[in-house]
C-alpha cells in the first residue's frame, strides 16, 4: 500500500495498511490511519486505542477478543460500531499494534 | 498480456480426466489475473516453493471474517495477482442451486474477480478466487443483492454444512438442511465476527455414512443415528437371496458379527444391542433394510487436522438426541461448550485439544452433560479409572 503522508512525514505501510515501523505511531498518525478506515476518532475510540496500546506494552502481544471485551466492557457488536473492520483490522491497525497473524 | 512458457503446468493438462489448468487457461483468455496466476504457478513448480505471502488481513465492512489475504510475493512480477484475495460465500444448504442463480455468482465474479471459483471448498462455502482489496466491498455488496453473504474464516465458527439429507437420501435420520439452515442463522455473529481462541467447525451428517465427513473434518459432528432395531423386510430380503450372496457380503463384513442370516428360511436377525452403526448391511440391502424407526442423531466432539495436536476424529459426547425444530437442547449444549472453551483454551487451541489438555471429566463438569459408556473411544483399551475426590467422599 502506498505511505501515509501526514505533514512533512512519510510512514511506510504493509499492503494491509498497518504500520512498518510501529515505533512510529503517536496520536497524529492514529487519526491519519483512522482517516483510511473512514473512522472519526472519539473519546469511546481513544478509550480503546489506549487500552489496546496499554496491553500491548505489557504482553507484548494483543489481547485476544473475549479479554479485550472483558476489560473494557464493550460488547463484540459496540466493538464493530466503533471500528466497523472490527477489533483487529480495525482497532489493532489504527492503535498502531502489528499485525494479528492468523490462520485463513 | 504475456503469454507464459509453462512446460511444467503443461503436463497437468495431459491424461484423460479434467484439469485445472485447463480451466486456467480458459479464465485467461478473459482475465489477466488468470493468466498471472498461471505465470506465477509455474514458477511455483520450478521453485518448488509456494510464492503466496502469508497472512494478510482484508475484509469488508461491518465483518471480521470470510475474505482472505492473498499477496503474491512477486508482485513486480505478476502484477496481476499483487493482490489476490479470497472470498468465502456461505453455501445453500445441500449445495442445492437453480442455473440462474449460478450465472448470477458467475457474472459477477467475472466481472469483479479473477472468474475463478472453487465449488465448493473444505468449509462448505463457494469459494472465489482472487480479488483486489479495491473490489471486496463492491463485490459483497452485488452478492448481498443476490442474497448471499459470506462464510466464517478465521477464529471463528466456521459456516455449518450438512449432507443432502432427506432432500435426496432414503437414510437420513433427521432434516439435516434444515438444521444446518437453523444453525446458522442462529449463530451470525460468531460466524461473522472472530471473538475465539481458534475455529470451531460444525458438520451435519444425516446417518453414519458420515457423507460430509463430519467426524473428521469437524469438532462438532452431528450425525444421524436410531434407536430401537433396524427395520427389516423380509421379502425383499428373499430377492437379495435370489441374485447374490447375503453372507459373502453382508454377514461376513459386519464387524461386531451381530447379522444373521438363515438360508434355509431365507431371512435376517439382527442382534441389535450388539450394531455398531457401520451401516454396511442398510447400505448393502437397501430394499430390505432400514434404519430404526426413533430418529436423531449422535453429538460428537473434536475432530480436526494436525495444528497442536495430530489429527482426531471426534468422539461421542451424547449418543442420541433429538434434532426438532427449534433445536433447543443442542444450542443451549453447544452455548456451553464454547463458553467452557473460549474462557480455558490458549491461542489456537482447539475444542478437541482443550479437552485432551485438561481431561474429560472438566468437560463433562462444565457442559452438565452425564457421563456415559459410549464416550470410552476405545472399549476395553484402558483398565485405570479415575476418581473424582467427590465420588470417593461419597
Redesign the interface.
Known amino acids: 500500500m502506498a505511505d501515509l503522508k501526514i505533514g512533512d512525514r512519510s510512514l511506510a505501510l504493509d499492503?494491509?495498511g498497518?504500520l512498518e515501523d510501529a515505533e512510529e505511531w503517536d496520536e497524529e498518525v492514529a487519526n491519519a490511519i483512522a482517516a483510511t478506515e473512514e473512522v472519526d476518532l472519539t473519546e469511546e475510540h481513544w478509550a480503546i486505542i489506549r487500552y489496546l496500546r496499554g496491553y500491548y506494552d505489557e504482553f507484548q502481544v494483543a489481547p485476544?477478543?473475549?479479554k479485550m471485551?472483558k476489560d473494557t466492557g464493550k460488547s463484540?457488536?459496540e466493538i464493530?460500531e466503533l471500528f466497523?473492520?472490527?477489533?483487529?483490522?480495525g482497532a489493532c491497525k489504527i492503535a498502531g499494534l502489528p499485525?494479528?497473524?492468523?490462520?485463513? | 498480456m504475456t503469454e507464459y512458457k509453462t512446460p511444467m503446468m503443461d503436463e497437468l493438462e495431459k491424461g484423460p480426466w479434467p484439469s485445472f489448468v485447463t480451466e486456467l487457461r480458459e479464465a485467461a483468455k478473459g482475465s489477466a489475473m488468470a493468466e498471472d496466476l498461471i505465470g506465477q504457478m509455474e514458477k511455483s513448480y520450478e521453485e518448488k516453493k509456494g510464492l503466496w505471502k502469508h497472512g494478510g488481513i482484508v475484509g469488508v465492512k461491518g465483518y471480521g471474517s470470510g475474505v482472505i489475504g492473498r499477496y503474491s510475493d512477486l508482485p513486480e512480477e505478476f502484477p496481476n495477482v499483487r493482490e489476490f484475495h479470497t472470498m468465502r460465500v456461505n453455501q445453500p444448504g445441500g449445495w442445492f442451486y437453480n442455473t440462474e442463480t449460478l450465472k448470477k455468482i458467475c457474472d459477477i465474479w467475472e466481472e469483479k474477480g479473477s472468474g475463478l471459483f472453487n465449488f465448493h471448498g473444505a468449509t462448505g462455502d463457494i469459494i472465489l478466487l482472487g480479488t483486489t482489496t479495491a473490489e471486496l466491498q463492491p463485490t459483497f455488496d452485488l452478492l448481498s443483492e443476490q442474497g448471499f453473504d459470506l462464510g466464517g474464516s478465521g477464529s471463528a465458527l466456521r459456516t455449518p454444512s450438512s449432507c443432502v439429507g432427506p432432500a435426496r437420501c432414503e437414510w437420513a435420520c433427521f432434516d439435516t438442511l434444515d438444521l444446518c439452515y437453523d444453525l446458522t442463522m442462529a449463530f451470525q455473529d460468531y460466524m461473522h465476527r472472530p471473538a475465539w481462541p481458534y475455529k470451531f467447525k460444525i458438520k451435519i451428517s444425516g446417518c453414519p455414512n458420515d457423507c460430509v465427513a463430519a467426524i473428521a473434518r469437524s469438532d462438532l459432528s452431528i450425525i444421524g443415528t436410531w434407536k430401537g432395531p433396524i427395520q427389516v423386510r423380509q421379502e425383499a430380503v428373499k430377492e437379495y437371496a435370489a441374485s447374490w450372496s447375503i453372507d459373502r457380503y453382508v454377514t461376513n463384513t459386519c464387524p461386531t458379527k451381530a447379522f444373521y442370516y438363515d438360508d434355509e428360511k431365507k431371512e435376517v436377525r439382527i442382534d441389535n444391542a450388539n450394531c455398531v452403526r457401520c451401516m454396511n448391511c442398510i447400505n448393502k440391502m437397501p430394499k430390505a433394510l432400514k434404519p430404526g424407526k426413533e430418529r436423531g442423531a449422535s453429538l460428537l466432539i473434536g475432530g480436526k487436522a494436525t495444528i497442536l495436536r495430530s489429527a482426531f476424529m471426534s468422539w461421542v459426547i451424547v449418543p442420541f438426541m433429538k434434532m426438532e425444530p427449534p433445536y433447543t437442547e443442542l444450542k443451549d449444549l453447544i452455548g456451553k461448550i464454547w463458553d467452557w472453551w473460549d474462557e480455558n483454551a490458549k491461542s489456537r487451541e482447539r475444542i478437541g485439544e482443550l479437552i485432551y489438555r485438561k481431561g474429560m471429566p472438566e468437560f463433562l463438569r462444565a457442559t452438565g452433560l452425564p457421563a456415559v459408556p459410549q464416550m470410552v473411544r476405545q472399549p476395553r483399551a484402558n483398565p485405570y479409572v479415575f476418581w473424582d475426590q467427590d465420588d470417593l467422599e461419597k
Not at chain 1, 84 to 89: E, F, T, V
Not at chain 1, 99 to 104: A, D, Q, Y
Open positions: 499492503e494491509d498497518f485476544m477478543v473475549r471485551l463484540q457488536a464493530y466497523p473492520s472490527g477489533p483487529g483490522k499485525k494479528p497473524t492468523g490462520c485463513v
